[in-house]
């Protein structure tokens, strides 16, 4: 499939483009082996232990990265929204991938040759140059989420788990009230705690006043915790 005008032009006010201009981003996408697929709400997009040297930039919609154990237990490791890439890490490190990445929503996503990324072209453009610049900083930025993850998880109740991913959404959306990017069952699986428990803490916690909320709309209240 080839690269549609609204891709190209969704692709300009990605990070990972940041710097590069219209004209020039075409020679690179054609430079990257780049092709765009659309993929439906729940599909797989790429399976666990596949190996790949293509990464991918999420163009509409979202997905998000699972991992799961032998006995079926699913933990949601990170998620990728409009702009965003995924695979990075395992494509230029020729790694078999150790998740699962699926279609939250309906999406179009475009596929990168990472191996194509990583040697400049003979030309030594220097528009390529900018992409490896741009991808350091992405792969650091996850880096930064990940530990905000960990950080999440080394607390010790569900409650101060939730209330730690809360206060990361309310900061990074300069407000106190806020729109999350998971549905309940995700948000347990991001966390690692069971549903029930989630649902009953988010309850018990909207009763003593700490947060109202209704559906992925959340407000900090400001009581005490």
Request: glycine share 8%.
């Amino acid at each position: 499939m080839g690269i549609t005008a609204e891709t190209t032009r969704a692709c300009l006010a990605c990070p990972l483009f940041a710097g590069i201009c219209e004209r020039d981003l075409t020679a690179l996408l054609g430079c990257l082996g780049a092709h765009e697929q659309t993929f439906s709400k729940g599909e797989y997009v790429l399976l666990a232990g596949d190996e790949t040297r293509q990464f991918g930039l999420v163009v509409t919609g979202s997905v998000i990265m699972t991992r799961e154990d032998v006995w079926g237990n699913r933990s949601v490791v990170g998620m990728a929204s409009a702009g965003s890439t995924f695979a990075e890490s395992f494509a230029c490190a020729t790694q078999p991938l150790l998740v699962n990445v699926i279609a939250q929503t309906d999406c179009t996503v475009l596929s990168l040759d990472a191996g194509r990324l990583l040697k400049t072209c003979r030309s030594a453009c220097t528009f390529h140059t900018q992409l490896i610049e741009n991808l350091v900083s992405d792969v650091a930025e996850k880096n930064v989420a990940l530990n905000e993850k960990l950080g999440h998880l080394a607390q010790r109740t569900t409650r101060e788990k939730v209330l730690s991913y809360l206060d990361e959404q309310s900061r990074q959306a300069g407000s106190s009230r806020f729109e999350i990017p998971l549905d309940r069952q995700q948000l347990a699986d991001y966390l690692s705690v069971n549903r029930s428990a989630l649902s009953a803490e988010l309850s018990r916690m909207r009763e003593e006043g700490i947060v109202t909320y209704r559906r992925n709309w959340f407000e900090l209240t400001g009581a005490q915790r």
